[in-house]
Every structure is written in C-alpha cells, then in structure tokens.
C-alpha cells in the first residue's frame, strides 16, 4: 500500500527543500523525494586544505530577498568575498593587465564599442516582461536571433566582444550562439542588471554563507527530519481521479498534489501518465543546460593580496576564463576559485584530473605570476557528469524556446506544479530563485489544497 500525503515534492534542492518546509509550516503532511544519497542538489560542500568550501552554489548578494531572507531565518550567517585591491585581465591576444574600478582596460574605441551596445542592451532589458518574456514586444524577432547574432551586428572590437563572450560563460556556462536574445535580455532584467550580475561588492558574488551555501539545504533538511528521503528516484507520477502515485526507486507515495522541484531537463525524464500536454513536454526537451567545472587551488596564504590583487581574474582566452578569491576567513589557506565553462568545460571534462590542475594552474601563473604555479591542493567538481543535474549552471533558452514553450514553464498541470531555479522571475538561475520558486509552488499547492 502507497503511504498517503497531501504533498510529495520531488527533489530536494534548495526549491524542493523550502516548498516543503512551506507546506509543513502551512500543517500539510509533505514527503520530499530525492534522487541523490544527500540533499543540496547544486549546492554542496567539500573541502581543500582542510578548508571547507562550495563546489556548487556559493555566492549571495544584495536584492537576493529571497535567499537572505532564508539564511536569516535558519540563523545562519553570512561574510563578504575579499574584494580588495586591483583585477586582473587577459585581453584578447594574451596581454595581461591590471586595473581598479569598473572599467576595463580596453582601448578608447573598445571602450566606446561597448558602451554604444550596452545602451542598446540596456534598453531592451528593460521591455521584458520578467512574468511573460513571450509577451516582451517584438517577442518573436528577440528569439529568433542568438545573442552572437546580435553581438556580430553591434561591435566591431575583439575587446568588447571577448567581455561579452566571457560574460556569458560566467553567467550561463555557455557561448552567446546557444541561446536566443530574449533569453540573455530576460536572464539580465531577472538579475536586476547586468552589473548587479557581474558585481562583487554590491552584486551576486558579495557574500558566502558561514560554513558554506550547502549549510542551508542541511538546516532545512533537518528541520523537515524524516520527511526527506534521499536515494528515491521519482520515475512514475500517475494522476488518477482521486489522489496521484508518485512512484520511486524506494516505494510509492500517494498524494492530492505534486511539485517537481527539478531543471526542466530532469523534469522531463520521469514518466507521466496521462501524458502531459504536448507544450509542457517539449519545453523539457528544449532547455539544455551549460557545462561547468568549478576548480579550487590552495596556497599556505593568500599571497597576492600582499600584491595589491584581490585574486579576480577574467580572460577570453581561458580555458578557466574567470577566477575570485575563496579564502575563507580564519583559516590560514589561500584559495583561488575558477570555472572551465561552456565548450571549455566539454573538452576539459573529456581529460583528466592531473591535465585540468595543471591547465588551472597554467592560468594562474598567467594572470597572478610565478608564486601560482606551487598550490598544496587542488578540487574539482564537473556538473555535466552528474547524471542528477546534467550540466550547470541552469538552462538556457535556445532561439525560439521562449515564444513556443515559455508559457509551459510554470504553469501546473492538474495536480503536478513545477519548482526549480529555471521557474523563478527574480534571479532565474541562482539559489535565490531556487527559494522563490519553491515558494511560489507551494502557494500554488495550498491554493489548491482548499
Ligand atoms: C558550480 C556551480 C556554481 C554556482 N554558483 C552559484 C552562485 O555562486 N550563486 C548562486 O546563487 N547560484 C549558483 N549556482 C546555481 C545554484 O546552485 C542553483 O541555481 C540552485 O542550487 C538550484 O536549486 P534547485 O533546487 O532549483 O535545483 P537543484 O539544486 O538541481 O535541485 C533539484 C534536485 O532534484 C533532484 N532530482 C532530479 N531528478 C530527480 C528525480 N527524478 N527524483 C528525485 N529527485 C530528483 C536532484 O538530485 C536535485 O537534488 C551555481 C551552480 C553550480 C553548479
């Protein structure tokens, strides 16, 4: 016999996690399924140098309501990332330079180039519809082009375009051909400007969570004890006339309503009866995500701040093409983080661990000089091998994607809800939206529970 509960929520990333904390303070009876041995799902801790640090999601920043809000109710606390000192930047070509501020040290006509397109860029952010992108006037013609498209038409500098190409990667783990215009627009208004995304101080990587991000997936794991099991991998959600059976590798649940508080990709896999609409199921085959490998080195001590770097480096020519101090305050360690994004991320991800330090490192010794190359430790984490996520950092909408299928995104279908970062209006993509869109669902699952 299937155990009965008002709600199952399928997956226990951070959207799955707080649509069930939600539902349990709301006095519904809510099993949370996960497919992993653990919660977190892109959240998780590991260590290096007997540090503990985020191999997934880590940064908070301000206008992140959301998530701040979350930490401060599970009284975690935060601390700001080391932001002090000068950037370094390898330009197109391999010139290494350093600079302070907000503007890179592109040439006066790469500096106009960019600025002539951010205009325009800024300009069309602000026509999105953040709560119906396929509603944004002139909705067609933004998706029918690839952002590269509209990058070859505005600039005419390797400077600027290289910002923009390395912008992408960071931001979406991938290249500005993969996804469509209206896609980078929503994704930009969504992270209220791209310099709110690209910003330390002030921006999405200001903070850390004390003891690490994954610290907020375990504290609400706690809180909801027995109801999260893990190791369940939800294959089967069958709708009948009374209740849906969601069935998982542990057993079968029977509920009144379901959230799928996964990446559309993952939603996609499990096996619905009846099928769903044929809209909602082709969103899921639409959405791929980026590929990241996010590395780590230590060092006995942070030794480039005593050189007037605060360890954040952006090159175009890669393959780790953005780097920022990890150090964690009141360990002695210096860490530097990177990511290999995108394409280089596939072909990395194909060689192995020892050629991927040392390609890391390689970088390092580029951007911060010779004391780089003679880390004590090194971590990796590969996203796009993880068969329960499959890529990173989120999705990304191809041409056309948003204008078909868009309005299958959040919209339930009968008893089975969709959760997840991908779902979210504010910071779609970050751990904040994860929040907010388990927030949202389980509004939507007590609306119609009554
Ligand atoms: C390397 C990296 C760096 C990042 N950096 C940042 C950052 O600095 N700041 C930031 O805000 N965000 C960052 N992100 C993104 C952030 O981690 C995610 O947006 C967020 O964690 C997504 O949460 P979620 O709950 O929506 O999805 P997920 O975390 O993917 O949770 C979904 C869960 O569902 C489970 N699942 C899937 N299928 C099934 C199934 N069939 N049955 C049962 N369970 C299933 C999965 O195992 C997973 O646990 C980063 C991500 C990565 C990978």
Not at 207 to 215: E, I, K, L, N, T
Request: glycine letters at 10%; proline letters at 6%; charged letters at 20%.
């Amino acid at each position: 016999m299937a155990e009965r509960v008002d709600v199952v929520v399928v997956g226990a990333g951070v959207a799955g996690l707080v649509a069930g904390r939600r539902l349990h303070e709301a006095g519904r009876t809510v099993v949370v399924l996960e497919a992993r041995d653990r919660v977190g799902g892109r959240t998780l801790n590991d260590t290096i140098a007997g540090v503990t640090v985020e191999v997934g999601g880590q940064w908070v920043g301000p206008t992140q309501d959301r998530i701040n809000a979350l930490i401060d109710e599970l009284g975690l606390e935060r601390y700001p990332t080391y932001d002090e000192g000068q950037t370094v930047v390898e330009l197109p070509g391999g010139k290494v330079k350093r600079f302070s501020g907000d503007t890179p040290p592109f040439s006066p006509l790469a500096l106009v180039d960019l600025l002539q397109a951010q205009r325009t860029l800024d300009k069309l952010v602000e026509t999105v519809d953040l709560d119906a992108p396929w509603d944004t006037p002139d909705a067609p013609a933004l998706d029918a082009m690839t952002f590269a498209s509209w990058l070859d038409r505005r600039l005419h500098t390797d400077q600027a375009r290289a910002f923009h190409e390395i912008l992408t990667a960071a931001a979406l783990a991938t290249e500005p051909d993969t996804m469509s215009l209206l896609h980078w627009l929503t994704y930009i208004q969504s992270g209220h400007g791209l310099e709110r995304i690209i910003a330390v101080t002030g921006g999405a990587q200001q903070d850390r969570v004390v003891g690490g991000s994954w610290r907020v997936s375990e504290r609400l794991a706690e809180d909801l004890g027995e109801a999260v099991v893990t190791s369940a991998p939800v294959r089967r959600i069958a709708a009948g006339d009374d209740a849906v059976t969601v069935t998982a590798d542990t057993g079968s649940f029977e509920a009144a309503q379901v959230i799928v508080a996964t990446a559309p990709n993952l939603a996609g896999r499990i096996d619905y009866e009846p099928a769903l609409p044929a809209r909602r199921d082709l969103l899921t085959q639409q959405l791929p995500h980026g590929q990241v490998i996010k590395v780590m080195v230590a060092y006995d001590e942070p030794w480039w701040r005593s050189e007037g770097l605060n360890g954040q480096a952006a090159s175009a020519d890669g393959p780790v093409g953005v780097v920022f101090d990890n150090t964690v305050p009141g360990h002695d360690p210096g860490i530097l983080v990177g990511f290999y994004e995108g394409a280089d991320a596939l072909y990395w991800g194909e060689r192995s661990p020892t050629a991927r330090r040392q390609a890391f490192v390689d970088c390092l010794v580029r951007y911060f000089g010779p004391k780089a190359a003679s880390p004590v430790d090194y971590l990796e984490r590969d996203w796009a091998a993880e068969v329960w996520t499959r890529g990173c950092y989120g999705a990304h909408f191809p041409t056309g994607a948003w204008t078909r299928f868009g309005p299958a995104l959040r919209e339930p279908c009968g008893p089975i809800h969709w959760a997840g970062t991908e779902t979210a209006t504010r910071w779609m993509g970050y751990i904040d939206g994860a929040v907010q869109s388990g927030e949202r669902a389980a509004r939507e699952v007590l609306t119609a529970l009554t």
